[in-house]
């Protein structure tokens, strides 16, 4: 039977040791976050793998994507939580019926977080020689 934290398309997965075996199920990341948060790692760590992320146009979220997936907009004064599910059904749909659009996204994620890499490292490269070198 299904505990509380499962349905027909949702599991509990608990505690998770090893993020890369995650990623590796994964086709698809959501970022459904109602929450203006900083720059979420969980985009990135996607984008590295090639997994195509869909979220929501929110705080650091824009940032973190760039335009390597896609934005959702978003009213927090409204938030219709029905007709954004059937955003993101729409949107996962034709991902993942489009063999082409898919293979896009996944070069356009790969593509980002090469980018993401390259302005860390010349971050830090700054950093060290500001206060270091």
Sequence with gaps: GESEFESANLC???WIEDMG???EQLKVLI???LVEEGAPRVIVEACSRGIPVIANRLGGIPEAL???GILVD???ERADIEGLAETYQA???RLLQDQEEYEASRKRALDRAEAYREMQEI???EIYEKYFA
Aim: proline share 5%; no cysteine.
């Design 21 to 23: 075996q995650f990623y």
């Design 66 to 68: 760039g335009d390597s």
């Design 31 to 33: 970022v459904p976050s």
């Design 74 to 76: 978003v009213d927090l």
């Design 91 to 93: 949107h996962i749909e």
């Design 123 to 125: 971050n830090s490269r």
């Design 12 to 14: 509990h997965l608990g």
